[in-house]
């Protein structure tokens, strides 16, 4: 999947009214608000409950139905460790699931570490091999936010929105938040640019039609590439975000991760990445010579032209068995695991609308293995 944008930038609140004339101020410490320096609730923010702990983010929308809330999980003052920004009444949805009361599992000896890179900031590498479909991390996310969140003008550039929803995180969750790295020069407000060098998507099954973006402190550490050797999994039943391995990787070799769009040419790529995340990519596959280069491209090409087809499950009258497992041969050379998965499924598709349910069977078995591999056993395509 992609990664996970935001899509609040010029997003209006639900019902504009008269920005408040003074600077934001923390609203009563009887509230329990957690102030920190620079953060604080704004004066906009009320408290809608206590346990759970739900903060109203701009009185000013009245009960309309997509004004913002913020909910802090645990609830106790200064000791919130997630924060969720949504609507009230997915708030109050999620407030009331049991998994974020228990602590995640935990990876016994996790196989990476974290070491400053030369040209990337810091880097995940792996400190011993790791297997194919092997769970490399696993964490909990530290900020949860809808991707339409909405957000008044007079909020959002200025960063009020955002510094009044961390607000009520414990300090020790918001120096590692404000410890990340942020890719976005002036052109966008601290706090915010933080956030958008670093979410990942996340998907909440039972909440469905909404995306949502998740901050994972270890998990964002990891840089792109377009042949990534992870693939990023959001866990819904644990509710972690989670790397899996998709091939082998040696010891010291870099844990990556996909930003992009993989399905696209080498100069569409590097433009959505240089857009939205500041840096040339000069990947193994970004840096093939030019003839293997435009081969690169155009296998791209010809997987992303099936994506819309495979999304709406219909098939061309031309398309054969055998352009199938071109395609497959393609998406495996080019590091395109997820994809190869996808494909694999349309095939079986294609396997029994052509009467060769041998095929089809051989393609699905090979679809339920690449999904365990790149979601694990909890993985919702296996049902
Ligand atoms: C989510 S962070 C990744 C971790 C980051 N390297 C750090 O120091 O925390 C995203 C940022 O890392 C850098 N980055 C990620 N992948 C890269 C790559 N393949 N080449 C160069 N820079 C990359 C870019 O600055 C990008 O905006």
Not at 177 to 202: D, K, W
Request: proline share 8%; glycine share 6%.
């Amino acid at each position: 999947m992609k990664r996970g944008f935001l899509s609040n930038k010029n997003k209006k609140s639900p019902k504009s009214s008269p920005a408040p004339a003074s600077d934001p101020k923390p609203v009563g410490a009887s509230d329990g608000a957690q102030v920190t320096a620079g953060f604080q609730l704004s004066e906009t923010c009320r408290p809608y409950s206590e346990n759970p702990r739900i903060i109203e983010a701009d009185y000013r929308h009245g009960q309309a139905p997509e004004a913002s809330h913020f909910l802090y999980v645990p609830s106790t003052p200064g000791a919130a460790t997630v924060v969720f920004i949504d609507h009230l009444a997915n708030i109050q949805t999620i407030s009331s699931w049991d998994v974020l009361n228990r602590p995640p599992p935990a990876i016994p000896d996790p196989p990476y570490v974290l070491e400053a890179s030369s040209d990337k900031g810091i880097k995940m590498v792996a400190r011993r091999p790791i297997a194919i479909g092997e769970l490399v991390a696993l964490e909990r996310p530290l900020v949860v936010s809808r991707t339409d969140v909405a957000i008044a003008e007079d909020q959002s550039a200025s960063g009020i929105f955002y510094r009044a929803a961390l607000s009520g995180l414990s300090p020790a969750t918001l120096s590692t938040i404000m410890a990340l790295r942020n890719s976005f020069g002036p052109e966008q407000e601290p706090i915010l640019g933080t956030l958008l060098t670093n979410y990942q998507p996340v998907i909440i099954p039972e909440i469905p039609h909404t995306e949502y973006s998740g901050l994972f402190p270890i998990l964002c550490r990891a840089n792109h590439d377009c042949s990534p050797n992870t693939n990023f999994f959001f866990n819904p039943r644990s509710f972690t975000g989670q790397f899996h391995a998709v091939r082998a990787i040696a010891k010291d070799e870099e844990i990556t991760v996909l930003y992009s769009e993989l399905a696209a040419p080498r100069d569409e790529r590097r433009a959505e990445l240089q857009e939205h995340y500041k840096f040339l990519c000069e990947c193994s596959t970004c840096s093939l010579r030019p003839d293997l280069a435009e081969k690169s491209d155009s296998r791209r090409r010809a997987i992303g032209a099936l994506i819309p087809m495979m999304h709406a499950g219909s098939y061309a009258d031309d398309l054969t068995l055998a352009r199938i497992e071109e395609l497959l041969e393609w998406a495996t050379e080019e590091g395109m695991y997820a994809l190869y998965a996808e494909i694999l499924v349309y095939g079986f598709g294609l396997g029994m609308r052509l009467g060769a349910p041998d095929v089809a069977r051989k393609w699905s078995q090979m679809a339920a293995t690449a999904f365990k591999i790149l979601d694990g056993a909890d993985s919702p395509r296996l049902s």
